[in-house]
Nanobody, 126 residues
Framework: QVQLVESGGGLVQAGGSLRLSCAAS????????MGWFRQAPGRERDFVAT????????YYADSVKGRFTISRDNAKNTVDLEMNSLKPEDTAVYYC???????????????????WGQGTQVTVSS
C-alpha cells in the first residue's frame, strides 16, 4: 500500500507557472505507475499526465501537452508536475495517483489507479 500527499497548489495568473509535488510513503515506490489527474467543478476527473515505473516514458493529455511536464525521483519517492503557460481552464483540484496491478506500462484511466492523494487546488486567474 502507498499513501500520497500533494503540495504546491495555489493561485496564479494566466501565463504563470506552478510546480506540484506528490510525496509517497513506503519503500516500493518504483513499482507504481504514477499519474496526475484533475477535477474541475461539475466535471469528471480528467487525465493530465502519467509516467512509467522507471520514469523513462511520459504521456500527456492533449490539452496540456507542451506546457506540463511530469517527472519522478524513485530515490526520493516523489513525482512532480511542472505546469507552465497556465490558462484559466487549468483551474481544478489536482490529484496524484499510483497504480500497480492491472497497469502493464502506463494508464490514462482513473479507475486503474488504486491509490490517490487528497488533492491540491490550482486556480488560474485571467
Amino acid at each position: 500500500q502507498v499513501q500520497l500527499v500533494e503540495s504546491g497548489g495555489g493561485l496564479v495568473q494566466a501565463g504563470g507557472s506552478l510546480r506540484l509535488s506528490c510525496a509517497a510513503s513506503g519503500r516500493t515506490f518504483s513499482r507504481y505507475v504514477m499519474g496526475w489527474f484533475r477535477q474541475a467543478p461539475g466535471r469528471e476527473r480528467d487525465f493530465v499526465a502519467t509516467i512509467t515505473r522507471s520514469g523513462g516514458n511520459t504521456y500527456y493529455a492533449d490539452s496540456v501537452k507542451g506546457r506540463f511536464t511530469i517527472s519522478r525521483d524513485n530515490a526520493k519517492n516523489t513525482v512532480d508536475l511542472e505546469m507552465n503557460s497556465l490558462k484559466p481552464e487549468d483551474t481544478a483540484v489536482y490529484y496524484c495517483a499510483a497504480g500497480d496491478r492491472g497497469i502493464y506500462y502506463y494508464s490514462l484511466i482513473a479507475h486503474e489507479y488504486a491509490y490517490w492523494g487528497q488533492g491540491t487546488q490550482v486556480t488560474v486567474s485571467s
